[in-house]
C-alpha cells in the first residue's frame, strides 16, 4: 500500500471518528434539548429568555398562556406587551426594578396584572443573568410565578384574625356592659330616690323646681331601661318586641335630640304625620329609639364649623302596603362619607377622633335581631357641593311588618 492511499485511509478514519462524536453530540443536545423542553411545559413558573437588554424574547413556557391568558406567539411577535397587562398602578415600578436590577440577579418583584378576560392575578417575577464562556452577560433568565391563590389565602387569614379579635374584644364588651348594667342600676334607683323625696319635700307654693326634677326622672328612668333592655339582649340575644305606632316613636327621637339640633344651628324635618299615623310596627322601642338616635347624633357630629350654610337633616318614612318591610331613613346635607376602603358598620372603625366605632356596629346587630337591615344608601357629595340639598347623605333602617 503506498504511504498516500495510508494517508487517505487514516484521515477517513479519523472523519468516520469525528462525524460519530458529533453525531453523538448532537443526540445529547437534543436529548438535553427534550428534556429541557419537558421541563419547561410542565412547570407551574413560567420560564422565560431574554437577550441582556430584555427587549427580545428568546424563549416563553406554555404556563405563560395559562396565567396571562396570551398566545406565546404574540409575545414573541411583541415582547412589550407583557408588561402591557402589568396593573397600570405597579407597571411603572416593575419596569424600575427590571432594568436596575435584573442584569445583576437581583430582581425579585411581586406585581398584579390584568388578564384579557377582565381577571386580576398576583405574579411574582424573578430574574438572574446567564453567562457566556468568556464570562460575559449573553442572556437574561427569569421565573414567573402565579401566586394569586397564596395572596388570597393570606388575606383571609389577615381577615379571619381580624374577624376573631373583633369578636373577642366584642364579648368583652359585652362582658363589661352586662356587669355595667347591674351596678349602674343600683344608683340609678338610688337616684330617683332621691327625687322623689325631693318632690315630696316641695313647698307648695314654689312649683319652680318641680318641672327640672320630674325631667330629671323621666330621663333616668329612660336610662334605667336602655340598661335594662341592653342586659335582656345580652342574656337572651333577641329584643323585646311589642307592636308600637311609629309616630310617637319618631317624635320621642326629635324631642331627645332638639337642643342639639338648635344648638348647632340644625333644620329637622321629620315624616309626614298623615303618612304615618296609621302605621304601627313590632319593634323594640328602646333600640329602634337607640338606632334613630344615633344615626340622627351621627349626622350632627358630621356638619363643620358653622359657616352660614342652611344645614338640614330629615327623617323620612317610604311604606308601601303591599311590601313587608318599611324603610326609615335619616339624611344630612353635610359633607358627606369620604369613599375610603372604612367599612362603616365594623366594630371599632369611627372617623372621629374621640369615637369608639361601636355606634353603627352596634345598631346594625340591633336592626338584623328584628329582621331587619341597616344600610348607608348614599354617600353625599364632597367639597363644593356641601350644603346642597340634592347631595344627601342617606342611612336607611328597614324594619319588617311582622
Same mark, same amino acid.
Given at each position: 500500500?503506498?504511504?498516500s ?19 453523538a453530540?448532537? #443526540? ?8 429541557f ?28 398562556? $395559562? ?11 411583541? !415582547? ?6 402589568? $396593573? ?22 411581586v406585581?398584579?396584572?390584568e388578564?384579557?378576560?377582565g ?9 438572574? !443573568?446567564?453567562?457566556d464562556?468568556?464570562g460575559?452577560?449573553? #442572556?437574561?433568565?427569569g421565573?414567573?410565578l402565579d ?7 393570606n ?5 379571619? $384574625?381580624?374577624?376573631i379579635?373583633?369578636r373577642? #374584644? ?11 348594667a347591674h ?8 337616684? /330617683?330616690n332621691?327625687?322623689?323625696q ?16 320630674e ?6 328612668e ?6 335594662r333592655?341592653?342586659?335582656?339582649f345580652?342574656?337572651e340575644?333577641?329584643p323585646?318586641r311589642?307592636?308600637?305606632?311609629l ?7 326629635h ?6 339640633? /338648635?344648638? /348647632? ?5 321629620? !315624616?309626614?304625620? #298623615? ?5 304601627e310596627? !313590632?319593634v323594640?322601642r328602646v ?8 344615626l ?18 330629615g327623617?323620612?318614612?317610604r ?5 313587608? $318591610? &318599611? ?13 375610603d376602603g ?6 371599632f &372603625?369611627t ?8 355606634g353603627?356596629? &352596634?345598631c346594625r346587630?340591633l ?20 350644603g ?8 336607611v333602617?328597614?324594619?319588617?311588618r311582622?
Open positions: 500500500m503506498s504511504t492511499s495510508a494517508e487517505s485511509e487514516k484521515r477517513i478514519a479519523e472523519l468516520q471518528e469525528q462525524l460519530q462524536n458529533e453525531r453530540m448532537r #443526540r445529547r443536545s437534543e436529548s438535553n434539548e427534550r428534556c423542553r419537558e421541563l419547561a411545559e410542565h412547570i407551574r413558573e413560567v420560564f422565560w429568555m431574554t437577550n441582556p437588554l430584555g427587549d427580545q424574547l428568546v424563549y416563553i413556557s406554555p404556563a405563560y398562556e $395559562h396565567i396571562w391568558g396570551q398566545t406565546c406567539q404574540s409575545l414573541y411577535d411583541d !415582547p412589550g406587551r407583557r408588561l402591557a397587562w402589568v $396593573h397600570e398602578a405597579d407597571r411603572q415600578a416593575v419596569l424600575t426594578a427590571f432594568k436596575r436590577d435584573a442584569i445583576h440577579g437581583e430582581y425579585d418583584e406585581f398584579r396584572i388578564r384579557p378576560d381577571e386580576m392575578r398576583w405574579i411574582r417575577d424573578r430574574a438572574f !443573568p446567564v453567562y464562556d468568556n460575559e452577560i449573553y #442572556r437574561l433568565a421565573f414567573a401566586i394569586t391563590e397564596s395572596i388570597e389565602n388575606d383571609r387569614i389577615t381577615r379571619l $384574625h381580624s374577624t379579635d373583633t373577642n #374584644r366584642m364579648s368583652v364588651f359585652a362582658a363589661l356592659g352586662t356587669g355595667l351596678d349602674v342600676s343600683q344608683p340609678l334607683t338610688a337616684a /330617683r332621691f327625687i322623689a325631693a318632690r315630696m319635700k316641695l313647698v307648695p307654693d314654689n312649683d319652680a323646681p318641680r318641672a327640672p326634677l325631667r330629671a326622672d323621666a330621663e333616668i329612660r336610662a334605667a331601661s336602655i340598661i333592655h341592653l342586659r335582656d345580652a342574656r340575644g333577641k323585646t311589642d307592636t308600637l305606632s309616630q310617637p316613636l319618631i317624635d320621642d327621637v324631642q331627645l335630640m332638639d337642643s342639639a339640633l /338648635r344648638g /348647632r344651628n340644625i333644620r329637622y324635618t321629620g !315624616p309626614d304625620p #298623615r303618612q304615618i299615623e296609621d302605621l310596627l !313590632p323594640d333600640f329602634a329609639q337607640q338606632i334613630l338616635r344615633n340622627v347624633a351621627n349626622a350632627i357630629d358630621a356638619f363643620d364649623d358653622d359657616d352660614g350654610s342652611i344645614r338640614h337633616i327623617v323620612s318614612v311604606t308601601d302596603e303591599h311590601a313587608d $318591610h &318599611v324603610d326609615i331613613e335619616v339624611s344630612d346635607n353635610g359633607p358627606g362619607v369620604a369613599e372604612m367599612e362603616l358598620f365594623e366594630p &372603625v372617623t372621629k377622633d374621640d369615637g369608639l366605632g361601636l353603627l356596629a &352596634v346587630t336592626a338584623r335581631s328584628h329582621g331587619g337591615e341597616l344600610t348607608l344608601s348614599d354617600r353625599g357629595r364632597r367639597g363644593n357641593d356641601y346642597n340639598e340634592d347631595t344627601r347623605t342617606r342611612f333602617l328597614r324594619l319588617p311582622n
